[in-house]
């Protein structure tokens, strides 16, 4: 089955605390992507990778940092969290760029509480 | 001012009305265009790609203008199952850089 997957679904952590959300995908996809969403916001883009080891910032990328080392794995780093990264986060994922009409898939979403 | 603005909604609708949805947006380099669906807090979902041509896909009917930077979507004959929070996408940089809009919920009521 073609799925994006990320892990943990839930997490409560305290400020300061390094933390990775890890994002994967089975379909071969060459472009991913991660957002977050807030309420009144919508989801805002904070970082996306066209291919292994291209990676560009998305609108909203202070506090965060990712990887691409592997084609199938683009994990989310927050090396100190803060409160104002409380948020649900999403992974996603597509062939070739999102200019196309193919259609991007979304991982189920982490939802993530900063204490 | 946000790049993509939507209606806030939310819309209450009885069962088998029609429905528009109405999108602008701010950057004239914006390059491709979406309308996504998303339940209560879970991932989004592809609705429908929208072209300046217009196109339909059922019940749904999506348009383009660049001109005046809008994109709507129209829901017709609508269903309980249409209840939903709709996104309004819009890409560009190359088409690596995606847009959402806040979102504009819907209810639909028997």
């Known amino acids: 089955e073609a799925q994006v997957t990320q892990n943990p679904r839930y997490l409560i952590t305290v400020t300061g605390k390094k933390l990775t959300v890890t994002c994967s995908q089975n379909?071969?996809?060459?472009?991913m992507s991660w957002y977050r969403q807030d309420p009144g916001l919508g989801l805002r883009q904070i970082y996306y990778?066209?291919?292994?080891?291209?990676?560009d910032k998305g609108d909203v990328p202070e506090g965060y940092k990712v990887s691409r080392k592997e084609k199938r794995n683009f994990p989310l780093i927050l090396e100190s969290p803060s409160p104002n990264q409380t948020s649900l986060y999403f992974c996603a994922s597509n062939h070739q760029s999102p200019a196309s009409t193919d259609t991007q898939y979304f991982g189920p979403g982490t939802r993530l509480t900063v204490l | 001012r946000k790049e993509v603005e939507q209606d806030p909604g939310p819309f209450n609708v009885p069962e088998g009305a029609t429905v528009a949805f109405n999108c602008t947006y701010s950057?004239?380099?914006?390059?491709?265009f979406f309308w996504y669906r998303q339940d209560c807090r879970k991932e989004p979902k592809l609705l429908m790609s929208v072209y300046s041509s217009g196109n339909e896909d059922g019940r749904f009917t999506a348009q383009l203008n660049r001109a005046s930077q809008y994109i709507s979507l129209l829901i017709r004959d609508s269903k309980l199952s249409d209840s939903a929070t709709y996104l309004c996408v819009v890409n560009r940089g190359g088409g690596f850089k995606t847009i959402f809009g806040a979102g504009t919920r819907l209810f639909v009521k028997a």
């Open positions: 950057n004239s380099a914006s390059q491709s």
């Open positions: 379909m071969n996809h060459e472009y």
């Open positions: 990778s066209m291919n292994v080891e291209v990676t």
